[in-house]
């Protein structure tokens, strides 16, 4: 099950359900298949409402809203800024909706998310007719959808990227970006004897205990040819190929190819080491692309696929769904909202002003914004053939399963080998309750 298999519908046996592997893809895919949602929400009431979301650390999200605030303006949004890494917001959001309180309307969630809330009844099954799914990509789409209904809207999607120094490699005699773990690591071998390159690391990601954690174990894994759970969401991790994976993050470390700071990184950390001139090469999410051309380094970096164990490797699917709490009030305000925020015009704002990636096929396909943000065919790419994080009901307790082994073979607390077979253990728990 490798990256081509992941835009495929799943299968959910009734064994599943009871066991609580609830899948977020189940059942119909792609845009629309019935109109208003079976048991009846009523989407009534206008009025004031929240938008709630990560910390914006690109300034485009007030503008769009208020370009909403003036169209609506008795209709208006406020922006409840949560922290930046998404565990916080994710607790944030669930103790909110714990209270039932309806301080918070309209959600960003990250995409693997989306069957934990909806099977806990914290945000709605919306009517698919109201949203333009059959535009999106596929994958997008799937990530919005619990049990064939959907509960989210793409407003953006996601797809891990090498960033890496053209100037650099070019100097070195390197005519192209790595597709390899062993190429990535020669070609620093290289760019490292230059004298520009002085006291500069290899290659970061993100490996802090967080959420970024799971997206880099996740991918070096799936890079090799592992799974983190099957096509049935069981887990299956204590294997050869997931091995392969983790023993490279393990190795990289050891060996000084991530340096050891780098275990402490989360996005933006990479970011700065990165432009700043401390890294050759860098994973991170496209958002990075519109910041780092405006810093010392435009025109000096490019982005290609991530490398894997054999050829080009898997990126985790990442991006942000709409999502409306059960609790909320002017629902009908609401669902208005999340179709304009969701728009390809909104979209296309946040590509161009944020490097965010839009949820719409056309936008990727589209010659002028191709030319004007060179990093769109390798980000779409990157989407298509994607991997989703464990989409299980229980994911706070996957993604903590898997930080806390994933680290602790990075640190030399433990063998990759203890550390899957470990982490095996504990996912079976987890997806078990």
Same mark, same amino acid.
């Given at each position: 099950?490798?990256?081509?298999?992941?835009?495929?519908?799943?299968?959910? /046996?009734?064994?599943?359900?009871?066991? &609580?592997?609830?899948?977020?893809?189940?059942?119909?895919?792609?845009?629309?298949?019935?109109?208003?949602?079976?048991?009846?929400?009523?989407?009534?009431?206008?009025? /004031?409402?929240?938008?709630?979301?990560?910390?914006?650390?690109?300034?485009?999200?007030?503008?769009?809203?208020?370009?909403?605030?003036?169209?609506?303006?008795?209709?208006?949004?406020? $922006?409840?800024?949560?922290?930046?890494?998404?565990?916080?917001?994710?607790?944030?959001?669930?103790?909110?909706?714990?209270?039932?309180?309806?301080?918070?309307?309209?959600?960003?969630?990250?995409?693997?998310?989306?069957? *934990?809330?909806?099977?806990?009844?914290?945000?709605?099954?919306?009517?698919?007719?109201?949203?333009?799914?059959?535009?999106?990509?596929?994958?997008?789409?799937?990530?919005?959808?619990?049990? &064939?209904?959907?509960?989210?809207? /793409?407003?953006?999607?996601?797809?891990?990227?090498?960033?890496?120094?053209?100037?650099?490699? #070019? #100097?070195?005699?390197?005519?192209?970006?790595?597709?390899?773990?062993?190429?990535?690591?020669?070609?620093?071998?290289?760019?490292?004897?230059?004298?520009?390159?002085?006291?500069?690391?290899?290659?970061?990601?993100? $490996?802090?205990?967080?959420?970024?954690?799971?997206?880099?174990?996740?991918?070096?894994?799936?890079?090799?040819?592992?799974?983190?759970?099957?096509?049935?969401?069981?887990?299956?991790?204590?294997?050869?190929?997931?091995?392969?994976?983790?023993?490279?993050?393990?190795?990289?470390?050891?060996?000084?190819?991530?340096?050891?700071?780098?275990?402490?990184?989360?996005?933006?950390?990479?970011?700065?080491?990165?432009?700043?001139? #401390?890294?050759?090469?860098?994973?991170?999410?496209?958002?990075?692309?519109?910041?780092?051309?405006?810093?010392?380094?435009?025109?000096?970096?490019?982005?290609?696929?991530?490398?894997?164990?054999? &050829?080009?490797?898997?990126?985790?699917?990442?991006?942000?769904?709409?999502?409306?709490?059960? $609790?909320?009030?002017?629902?009908?305000?609401?669902?208005? $909202?999340?179709?304009?925020?969701?728009?390809?015009?909104?979209?296309?704002?946040?590509? #161009?002003?944020?490097?965010?990636?839009?949820?719409?096929?056309?936008?990727?396909?589209?010659?002028?914004?191709?030319?004007?943000?060179?990093?769109?065919?390798?980000?779409?790419?990157?989407?298509?053939?994607?991997?989703?994080?464990?989409?299980?009901?229980?994911? &706070?307790?996957?993604?903590?399963?898997?930080?806390? *082994?994933?680290?602790?073979?990075?640190?030399?607390?433990?063998?990759?080998?203890?550390?899957?077979?470990?982490?095996?253990?504990?996912?079976?728990?987890?997806?078990?309750?």
């Amino acid at each position: 099950m490798k990256t081509r298999t992941t835009t495929r519908a799943l299968r959910c /046996p009734a064994t599943l359900a009871a066991a &609580g592997l609830l899948l977020t893809a189940c059942g119909a895919s792609g845009g629309g298949d019935s109109g208003e949602p079976a048991g009846s929400t009523s989407f009534e009431g206008r009025g /004031p409402i929240t938008y709630v979301a990560g910390k914006d650390t690109s300034g485009v999200v007030p503008k769009v809203i208020d370009r909403w605030n003036r169209l609506h303006p008795k209709e208006k949004v406020t $922006f409840v800024q949560l922290p930046t890494d998404a565990d916080s917001q994710r607790q944030q959001m669930i103790q909110n909706a714990e209270t039932k309180s309806d301080a918070y309307t309209v959600l960003s969630l990250d995409v693997v998310w989306t069957s *934990e809330f909806a099977a806990h009844q914290w945000i709605d099954r919306l009517p698919e007719q109201r949203f333009p799914l059959r535009t999106m990509l596929r994958p997008v789409v799937e990530t919005a959808k619990y049990r &064939g209904g959907l509960y989210a809207v /793409p407003a953006s999607s996601d797809g891990g990227l090498l960033y890496y120094r053209t100037d650099l490699l #070019k #100097k070195a005699g390197i005519s192209r970006p790595p597709a390899t773990w062993s190429e990535m690591t020669a070609d620093c071998a290289r760019v490292k004897r230059l004298p520009e390159a002085e006291g500069m690391s290899c290659y970061a990601g993100q $490996f802090q205990k967080y959420e970024g954690l799971t997206v880099n174990f996740a991918e070096a894994v799936n890079s090799a040819g592992g799974v983190v759970t099957d096509a049935n969401g069981r887990p299956d991790v204590d294997t050869p190929g997931a091995r392969k994976g983790l023993d490279f993050l393990v190795g990289a470390v050891k060996h000084g190819t991530i340096p050891k700071e780098a275990i402490t990184y989360q996005e933006e950390d990479g970011r700065q080491a990165f432009q700043s001139g #401390k890294l050759v090469f860098l994973r991170n999410w496209p958002y990075m692309y519109a910041l780092a051309e405006k810093s010392e380094l435009a025109g000096k970096f490019a982005v290609a696929p991530l490398p894997g164990l054999n &050829g080009p490797g898997s990126s985790s699917l990442g991006g942000h769904n709409l999502a409306l709490s059960s $609790f909320a009030r002017n629902k009908a305000t609401a669902l208005d $909202f999340m179709k304009f925020f969701s728009s390809q015009d909104s979209t296309n704002t946040f590509l #161009k002003d944020a490097s965010l990636a839009p949820p719409y096929a056309t936008s990727y396909d589209d010659a002028s914004l191709a030319k004007q943000y060179p990093y769109l065919p390798v980000l779409k790419q990157s989407i298509l053939h994607a991997v989703p994080r464990p989409r299980v009901v229980q994911y &706070g307790d996957a993604t903590s399963a898997i930080q806390q *082994e994933a680290y602790a073979a990075l640190t030399g607390a433990k063998s990759s080998a203890q550390a899957l077979k470990d982490l095996q253990s504990a996912l079976q728990k987890s997806t078990a309750q």
